[in-house]
């Protein structure tokens, strides 16, 4: 029996945002295989920049964060990472 906690991503991964359609909160997850500046930003349908939730150096890993989306209207929203 392996214990997987201690096993480091590969890739860089953003995973599917959740819930989606985006309720008050919503969680977006990803993964990071070396120490590098992550950035996350939200974007609405046409293009423009609507927050920044990361801008820092952060090791390999796992990482979830969640975004409060009460100050913007409801639609559709894209992630960058």
Same mark, same amino acid.
């Given at each position: ?5 201690f ?6 991964? =953003?995973? &599917?945002?959740?819930?989606? !359609?985006?309720?008050?909160?919503? #969680? ?14 939200i ?9 920044? =939730?990361? &801008?820092?150096?952060?090791? !390999?890993?796992?990482?979830?964060? #969640? ?15």
């Amino acid at each position: 029996m392996s214990n997987n906690k201690f096993i480091l991503p590969i890739e860089y991964v =953003l995973y &599917n945002v959740y819930p989606n !359609p985006f309720n008050p909160v919503t #969680n977006i997850a990803y993964e990071i295989p070396e120490y590098t500046n992550i950035q996350i930003i939200i974007f609405d349908l046409a293009g423009i920049q609507v927050a920044s =939730l990361i &801008n820092e150096f952060q090791s !390999p890993g796992y990482y979830s964060i #969640n975004w409060n989306v009460d100050n913007h209207p409801s639609g559709v929203y894209f992630v960058k990472m």
